[in-house]
Each structure stands twice: as structure tokens, then as C-alpha cells.
């Protein structure tokens, strides 16, 4: 039997034809399609999943990194709208928080439908991005993907790759970076749900998060009696009543890029998520003992893989400087929050304190601009990237991966798509930025 089949001759039937494609439906595929077809264009949003959302929908993260800066809302614009939107409904959040509010799953998944659907973007569930087809002088003409179909073909003026690993711009040609300097990337997670929880026992026991020294966490981890649970990483939130989400516990020496990879974190991340439900009941019973585990997440939890190298890439002494650019498209004041390699229990158990060190925090009001051109890969000259796989070096990626950046990064890609398909030569390093900047101020984006 061969190891390889020639399916060069295979005809794949076009099945539409669209100013902008977006490829992956997270929050920055969402904010990139709606405000896509907002601006006028026809829009097409493509997601391997039946969920919008991502991270926060099928990946059940418990809640959002702050959307403020301790003074004011950063992530303006569509970002706050979904923030806002996600918030209504559940009774035990303030109407004003930004701290690290709770998320409920099922509602932001019907936030992202509207957001999506009444911008008048098309989406398409279930749909695997899996070719490209790319010209030596880096003009994307076609993609190709794979459903209950079969392998289609789309064609767009200009894409936009949302997809969190890159993987349009890696497969087209684009340069790119991945993990550190030996190729090592941060562990991934699978998040979980326990319900039946005793919610008043939760509120008013230990706090379960490693910052607090008391954590049953340590004693967990000590006992040697939950072997999956090999460090201190304890995030949680009540998601709804009687029921606490967890972003907890890491899987290292995964690659997202690779389904293998993947796979295998998956079969070992639900058995981490039930130890981490029967070693709770043990050591915080009042609050965990008739714990059930309800949910583990259809989507593995990856906090890096491939960074495009754009026009621009972004450093830790641009965070560092607070740096506001001339052609800053939004802003972001997350801390820098790499989740390192470490897998020994007893250097876990210190890892919290040197963590806190380690890391770069701003103070009330302070924040750092990220420029149009970390959107756009030197090689392509149709194809802008939004989300975690923008261009910047490995530190700065630790503070722009996660949710509220994502949005509004993503806002400001599907408008300067649209802009560069409404133009003759579709180049998105050609657009006008500065148009592109008094439009986003026009939607209420927070921008120097």
C-alpha cells in the first residue's frame, strides 16, 4: 500500500465567491466577520466547530480578563458590546464589573450568533479549513475546505485569518515564530464545570486561587494522591447557580498544530477534570462533597503556537514604554502572563510567588497601542491575522492572547479587510490607515 495518494487531478467545485473570508469564529473571528459586513462587505465566516466563541463558548473559560485598565473600559467598541451583551442576565454580576467577570457559556454563544448574523456575515458550522491556494508573490486566490459537503472551494478578495494558530497565513507562505527559542510553548488547559456545588460554602471558605497561601490547592498537590495534577493553577467562578467554572491544572508538551498532540490532551485533560472534582471533595468539602463534574470542554485551552511575523512585531519594551503608535488600531492592558514549563511539585508550590514577580503589571490608566502592521504578514499581500497568532515576540504574546484584546483586534482587522477589497489592488498593507482609525473612533474604539 502507498504511503501517499495523487489527488493533484481531483476537481474541487467553488461553492462561493466573497469580498472577506474569515477563518475561525473565536472572539476575534467574530468581531473580524461582523464588522466586515458592517462596513459593506460580503462576508463569510468560517468555524470548525457548531459554536461561536471559542475559547469563551467551547472552551469554557470561567471569565474574561479584566476590560479595564482600573479606570476605564479599554476594549471598546464591539469588545464592550459583547461584554455588556454576555453580562445581562446573570444576576450575581454587577452591571459595572470588569474584573474578571463570570461568564455564562450558553448565552455568549447566542450573544456571538446575533453579533454575527444581524452584522450580515454568513457562517458556516462544522467547517474545516484545510487549503490554500497562494501565488509566489503572496496573493491568496483560494481556500479550500472540507464539511458533510465534502472538500469545497471559496474564493475572497482578501482573508483574514482568525483562526489562533495562523494556519492560512503559516500554510500560504507567511514567516512565522513558534514557542521559544527551542520551541517550547506554554501548557494548555481543558477547562470543566462541577455543579451541585454549596454555593455559600464556595463564597465564604478558602479561596481555591494559588494567590491566597491557604488554597486547599497545596495540600492537594502535596498528598501525591491526584498524580494528573501536577502544579498549583486553580482558576475558578460561579458561572450559574450551584455551578463553578475552572480553568485549572496544565498539559504540557502540546502542540495545537498537531492533532495527535491535541488528542492526547484531551483524554488526559478529562481525567485531570475529574481529579480535580474528587480531590475538592476531599479537602473542601463543605463546598465540593456532592460536586458533580457536568462538563469538560469540546476545545482544548492553547495559550500559543505560531506568531506571524508582520510588518511590525511587537516587543516587551513596547509594553514596557506604554508605547502609543501612529497607526495603533486599539489597546491592550493585560498583564504579561506566560504560563511556564515547570512540572516539578515542589518547585509548583513556589511557582505563584515567582509568577507575581516575574510578570508585568500596569498601573490605574496605563496601557499599550498595537499597530495595524502587527496584522499583517510580510509575505501576503491579501491576508490581514487577528487574535493570539498576531506579530509580536514571545513575552508581549502572553498579555495579547486572551479574550477582550482578541475583540477588539478583531474589529479593526474585518474593517481594513473590507477597506482593502473595496480597493483595486485588495493589498492590506496599502489601506489608509488613517481612514481606518477615525472609522474605528466613529464605532467608539478606544484608540491614542
Not at 346 to 369: D, I, N, Q, T, V
Request: proline letters at 4%; a neutral charge; one cysteine or more.
Amino acid at each position: 500500500m502507498t504511503n501517499k495518494y495523487n489527488i493533484a487531478k481531483m476537481e474541487i467545485p467553488v461553492a462561493g465567491s466573497f469580498d472577506v473570508i474569515v477563518i475561525g469564529g473565536g472572539p476575534a473571528g467574530c468581531t473580524a466577520a461582523a464588522s466586515s459586513a458592517r462596513e459593506g462587505a460580503k462576508t463569510l465566516l468560517i468555524e470548525a466547530t457548531g459554536t461561536l466563541g471559542g475559547m469563551g463558548t467551547s472552551g469554557l473559560i470561567p471569565a474574561w480578563c479584566p476590560f479595564s485598565d482600573k479606570q476605564k473600559i479599554v476594549y471598546k467598541g464591539m469588545g464592550e458590546k459583547v461584554f455588556a451583551a454576555a453580562k445581562e442576565g446573570m444576576a450575581h454580576v454587577a452591571k459595572d464589573a470588569t474584573e474578571w467577570v463570570p461568564i455564562d457559556a450558553e448565552r455568549l454563544k447566542r450573544v456571538y450568533d446575533d453579533l454575527v448574523k444581524d452584522s450580515g456575515a454568513e457562517v458556516l458550522f462544522n467547517t474545516f479549513f484545510c487549503g490554500v491556494e497562494a501565488s509566489d508573490d503572496g496573493v491568496v486566490s483560494g481556500i479550500v475546505v472540507a464539511n458533510k459537503s465534502g472538500l469545497v472551494a471559496y474564493k475572497a478578495k482578501v482573508y483574514v485569518d482568525c483562526s489562533g494558530d495562523a494556519d492560512l497565513a503559516a500554510w500560504a507562505g507567511a514567516d512565522f515564530e513558534k514557542g521559544n527559542d527551542n520551541g517550547e510553548m506554554q501548557p494548555v488547559t481543558l477547562c470543566f464545570i462541577l455543579s451541585n456545588v454549596d454555593e455559600y460554602a464556595y463564597r465564604h471558605g478558602p479561596n481555591l486561587h494559588p494567590g491566597n497561601k491557604n488554597s486547599p490547592i497545596y495540600n492537594i498537590v502535596l498528598s501525591g494522591k491526584y498524580p494528573h495534577i501536577k502544579d498549583t493553577h486553580l482558576c475558578s467562578n460561579i458561572v450559574g447557580p450551584g455551578t463553578v467554572g475552572f480553568n485549572a491544572g496544565h498539559l504540557w508538551d502540546i502542540d495545537n498544530t498537531d492533532p495527535k498532540s491535541v488528542s492526547n490532551a484531551m483524554i488526559e485533560g478529562r481525567k485531570l477534570a475529574m481529579e480535580f472534582r474528587d480531590a475538592l471533595a476531599e479537602h473542601h468539602p463543605k463546598a465540593f462533597a456532592n460536586a458533580h463534574l457536568v462538563a469538560t470542554a469540546p476545545l482544548i485551552g492553547t495559550r500559543e503556537t505560531r506568531r506571524i511575523i508582520g510588518d511590525y512585531v511587537l516587543t516587551v519594551e513596547d509594553y514596557d514604554a506604554k508605547r502609543t503608535f501612529p497607526d495603533e488600531v486599539c489597546r491592550n492592558s493585560y498583564f504579561i502572563d506566560v504560563h511556564t514549563a515547570r512540572r516539578d511539585i515542589k518547585e509548583a508550590l513556589k511557582s505563584f510567588e515567582r509568577f507575581e514577580k516575574k510578570c508585568k503589571r500596569y498601573g490605574p490608566g496605563e496601557s499599550h497601542g498595537i499597530p495595524y502592521r502587527c496584522f499583517t504578514p510580510k509575505k501576503l499581500k491579501n491576508v490581514l491575522v487577528a487574535g493570539r497568532a498576531i506579530s509580536t515576540d514571545r513575552l508581549v504574546q502572553g498579555s495579547t492572547r486572551v479574550m477582550p484584546v482578541c475583540l477588539v483586534m478583531g474589529e479593526a482587522a474585518g474593517m481594513a479587510a473590507c477597506m482593502a477589497a473595496k480597493s483595486k489592488t485588495c493589498d492590506v498593507h496599502k489601506i489608509d490607515v488613517k481612514l481606518l482609525r477615525k472609522r474605528l473612533k466613529e464605532e467608539g474604539a478606544y484608540i491614542e
